[in-house]
């Protein structure tokens, strides 16, 4: 069974500030790790994802995030926000067999100061 | 690449009327499309896996005769909600992955269904 926990349904940051979304994963195989974001009323994009080698996975838009096995974690960062960064971001998991499913967790809001 | 288009992307219709949605993948061939609910605030709760040529996959708890799923063609998968209640307003989003590849799912932008 896989599942996504991320902490903080809510994250506030000022522009220019360092942007770091939290996600712990839960799965029985080798994982398949995504992040998505989401603009208001509009579908999902993929912002980046983690099949196998390197651990830290650079994606769009100046974002990325480093798998750590150890810590059972794939947090997204970005080290300056932009005012255009403000989304709804998911994390998700899938396993390694080819399954299909995706896993989401709950999602984080994003909002940048001015 | 891997572009997912959605048709239409808002409806309203009143309850007891049946609503189809379409999802197409514009520049690749999808064996396989998923459908996808949100709630407000919520994540996406996968709902179906449908195959082309195959019937579809239902999660637990999805009622494959509320929610019919059509995978007749390569490019085209169609989600009709039958008999609509307001219940079942909602996001709902597919997406398809790329043949031969295994992990990335593109999504569509989505369709919000409001039943009166």
């Known amino acids: 069974a896989q599942s996504v926990t991320q902490l903080g349904s809510h994250v506030s940051v000022s522009e220019g500030a360092l942007v770091l979304l939290r996600c712990n994963y839960s799965s029985s195989v080798p994982p398949y790790l995504f992040w998505y974001v989401q603009y208001p009323n509009q579908g999902l994009q993929l912002l980046l994802k983690y099949t196998t080698g390197a651990t830290l996975v650079k994606g769009i838009n100046g974002f990325e995030a480093e798998f750590k096995k150890s810590e059972t974690s794939f947090h997204l960062t970005k080290p300056s926000a932009h005012m255009s960064d403000a989304a709804e971001y998911f994390c998700a998991v899938s396993d390694q067999t080819g399954a299909n499913n995706l896993f989401f967790g709950t999602g984080t809001r994003l909002t940048v100061i001015p | 690449g891997a572009v997912v288009s959605q048709h239409p992307s808002r409806v309203i219709c009143k309850s007891g009327t049946s609503v189809k949605i379409e999802c197409r993948s514009l520049d690749f061939q999808a064996t396989t499309m998923f459908w996808y609910r949100q709630f407000p605030k919520q994540s996406l709760m996968l709902m179906a896996t449908s195959n082309e040529g195959s019937k579809a996959t239902y999660e637990q708890g999805v009622e494959k005769d509320k929610f019919l799923i059509n995978h007749a063609s390569l490019t085209l998968s169609t989600l009709t909600v039958t008999s609509a209640h307001p219940e079942d307003s909602s996001f709902y989003i597919c997406?398809?992955?790329?043949?031969?590849?295994?992990?990335?799912?593109?999504f569509g932008p989505g369709t919000r269904l409001t039943v009166l």
């Open positions: 997406s398809a992955k790329v043949p031969r590849t295994t992990d990335t799912q593109y």
